[in-house]
């Protein structure tokens, strides 16, 4: 039976926000109707929008039916009863002593969560504290990217936590809430078959990918200032790198699992200099096809500036300097209007170190270990077996290792496990604050280099798989991206 959350007030700051319709409330309604929310479970959305509740709760239930399933009515009834809503600015004081009154007799379980920019995230913890709305039971949850470089997390982080003790922030990515990055630390420290060969004996390099077919939609404002690198590497695919890096934590507690990833973030190679131009890609889509349909350039849509050099796209080589993975190179990619919707880890085994089988194409006969996130989740193995026939030749084969399609129990979505464990107040899969620093401090100095530099970001076809120099970056080293081998 799946377990009942603590009591709550759960306060949404940005609540009729693209994040809080296409995921939140999805994800919130989803927990009440799998039972798991507790009867004394409030959420209170806060919204700037001049707007009642009835008409919240009518955008609500339509984001809902949008992004999610058209509920049943009788179940939507009884959610939204645990909906109540207010119209202020979260940004000045004046409405924080209404959403005093609004909450002062619901459970003192509270969790603020801050689904808007990051630079409110100051002001919105400075109001509350004024109104003596924070106590030893109150949490914050800042969604990323938090600020834009090292100085500007310092300075937000620092603020915030003039007001809030480290352990009541929960910095949010949701990627580590997806089913299979779990199922990735199960594999692994629940295995010697796989921990025992996860070093630089065996394995030969590791690929993370996150590609999106979507453009920058009606988010030009935010993208503008803030572009692939900030917005996808520095917080996600760097934390996949740090869950797929990480040594054994003693235990499942959260320090313990935070400790080890920080490590793996420390670790990391710095890339100054001239070394950003040779290990680093960045990347600005043009006009194209996007599935099938005929879509802009990145500098034409709507929001964008007709110069911008905002990249759209980002690769790079890392590589974690100690003694599991030196010399075992870790590719990120991620992009917009990439060539199909995908998130994947990819563990490419070296190959065998003498093989009597006839293989015409040796580089596609490694052996693969691969996790998928989206858009179907699930876990694949690629193996050689024999071709049927009269000749001795091998060929791929892949197995799927408990692929989620074929389980019967609904999946939850990442925003509802991370839901679910703010409630609860278990912190093992958010950021901590020297987690968040390590990373900015391994970034900055590539932000730094293209906004010194006149290099404009290299263009590359909407529908295809991002510049010609993110296939260079892994021929130089005699690889191929997965979908080229």
């Known amino acids: 039976m799946a377990e009942l959350l603590h009591p709550f007030t759960l306060v949404l700051f940005g609540a009729n926000g693209d994040l809080s319709l296409r995921k939140l409330i999805p994800s919130l309604f989803n927990l009440h109707q799998d039972g798991r929310l507790h009867d004394d479970g409030c959420i209170v959305a806060v919204t700037r929008s001049d707007e009642n509740r009835e008409a919240y709760l009518e955008q609500a239930k339509a984001a809902l039916c949008q992004f999610e399933k058209t509920p049943d009515e009788k179940i939507w009834r009884a959610f939204s009863a645990r909906i109540s809503h207010i119209q202020m600015d979260a940004g000045k004081g004046a409405g924080y002593s209404k959403l005093a009154k609004k909450i002062a007799h619901?459970?003192?379980?509270?969790?603020?969560?801050?689904?808007?920019?990051?630079?409110?995230?100051?002001?919105i913890s400075e109001q509350l504290s004024a109104h003596d709305l924070i106590s030893e039971q109150s949490r914050i949850v800042l969604e990323k990217p938090i600020g834009t470089d090292f100085a500007s997390a310092m300075h937000i982080d620092q603020r915030v936590a003039e007001f809030f003790t480290e352990e009541q922030i929960f910095r949010i990515d949701h990627y580590l809430g997806k089913e299979?990055?779990?199922?990735?630390?199960?594999?692994?420290?629940?295995?010697?078959?796989?921990?025992?060969?996860?070093?630089?004996?065996?394995?030969?390099?590791?690929?993370?990918t996150i590609s999106e077919t979507v453009g920058v939609e009606k988010r030009a404002g935010f993208y503008e200032g803030t572009g692939a690198m900030r917005?996808?590497?520095?917080?996600?695919?760097?934390?996949?790198?740090?869950?797929?890096?990480?040594?054994?934590?003693?235990?499942?507690?959260?320090q313990a699992v935070r400790d080890e990833k920080?490590?793996?973030?420390?670790?990391?190679?710095?890339?100054?200099?001239?070394?950003?131009?040779?290990?680093?890609?960045?990347?600005?889509?043009?006009?194209?096809?996007?599935?099938?349909?005929?879509?802009?350039?990145y500098r034409d849509e709507t929001g964008v500036a007709h110069d911008s050099t905002t990249e759209t796209f980002v690769a790079l080589k890392a590589e974690i300097n100690n003694w599991r993975w030196a010399g075992v190179p870790f590719y990120l990619r991620t992009g917009k209007r990439l060539a199909e919707r995908s998130c994947e880890i990819v563990v490419e085994f070296k190959e065998v170190p003498?093989?009597?089988?006839?293989?015409?194409?040796?580089?596609?006969?490694?052996?693969?270990?691969?996790?998928?996130?989206?858009?179907?989740?699930?876990?694949?193995?690629?193996?050689?077996?024999?071709?049927?026939?009269?000749?001795?030749?091998?060929?791929?084969?892949?197995?799927?290792?408990?692929?989620?399609?074929?389980?019967?129990?609904?999946?939850?979505?990442?925003?509802?496990?991370?839901?679910?464990?703010a409630i609860n107040n278990n912190a093992t899969l958010f950021l901590r604050q020297d987690e968040l620093h390590a990373a900015w401090h391994w970034i900055d100095p590539i932000l730094q280099y293209w906004a010194t530099t006149d290099q404009r970001p290299e263009p590359y076809n909407a529908g295809t798989w991002g510049p010609a120099a993110a296939t260079m970056l892994l021929a130089r080293d005699g690889r191929l991206w997965a979908e080229n081998s």
């Open 106 to 123: 619901l459970p003192a379980n509270r969790i603020f969560y801050c689904a808007v920019h990051s630079r409110m995230y100051p002001q």
């Open 180 to 208: 299979t990055v779990q199922n990735l630390l199960a594999l692994r420290f629940a295995n010697s078959i796989f921990e025992h060969q996860w070093n630089q004996r065996y394995i030969d390099h590791i690929q993370i």
């Open 231 to 254: 917005d996808m590497l520095q917080n996600h695919l760097l934390q996949l790198l740090c869950m797929t890096a990480m040594e054994p934590p003693a235990s499942l507690d959260p």
């Open 262 to 297: 920080v490590k793996v973030i420390k670790a990391l190679r710095p890339i100054t200099g001239e070394d950003i131009s040779h290990n680093v890609v960045r990347g600005q889509y043009e006009a194209g096809l996007s599935n099938n349909e005929r879509v802009p350039r």
């Open 354 to 421: 003498h093989t009597i089988f006839e293989m015409q194409h040796k580089k596609t006969m490694a052996n693969k270990l691969v996790f998928r996130l989206q858009p179907d989740e699930g876990v694949k193995i690629q193996l050689c077996e024999k071709r049927v026939g009269s000749q001795m030749q091998v060929r791929p084969m892949v197995l799927s290792l408990n692929p989620v399609s074929q389980q019967k129990k609904r999946v939850p979505d990442a925003y509802e496990r991370l839901l679910a464990d």
